[in-house]
Nanobody, 123 residues
Framework: QVQLVESGGGLVQAGASLRLSCTAS????????MGWFRQAPGKEREFVAT????????YYGDSVKGRFTVSRDNAKNTVYLQMDSLKPEDTASYSC????????????????WGQGTQVTVSS
């Protein structure tokens, strides 16, 4: 079992930046593909970003591409989401997730989830 804990969310104004962190338990963090997803009230969970085991391959959802950057530090059991040029429509609870099998934008592909950290962007 993998336990994931997100941090770094907050309330910021449009145009600001935030960096989210997700820390994982255990020794096997480096074997997992990691993803970031977000969900706003009344909306479906949306794919944000994913990163390969060693960090060499990344993909982003269309709504965040060019503004967000995902990275990981396996020595620290941590994956990051750097969010720049934040917009009010980025307001959501952001969750990290882990899976053992592949890069994937589908929430159903991920086996383990954190509880989320709230990001609120005001105009």
């Amino acid at each position: 079992q993998v336990q994931l804990v997100e941090s770094g969310g907050g309330l910021v104004q449009a145009g600001a930046s935030l960096r989210l962190s997700c820390t994982a338990s255990g020794r096997t963090f480096s074997v997992y593909y990691m993803g970031w997803f977000r969900q706003a009230p009344g909306k479906e969970r949306e794919f944000v970003a994913t990163i390969s085991q060693s960090g060499g391959v990344t993909y982003y959802g269309d709504s965040v591409k060019g503004r967000f950057t995902v990275s990981r530090d396996n020595a620290k059991n941590t994956v990051y989401l750097q969010m720049d040029s934040l917009k009010p429509e980025d307001t959501a609870s952001y969750s990290c997730a882990a899976n053992r099998f592949s890069i994937d934008s589908r929430p159903t592909a991920y086996n383990y989830w954190g509880q989320g950290t709230q990001v609120t962007v005001s105009s």
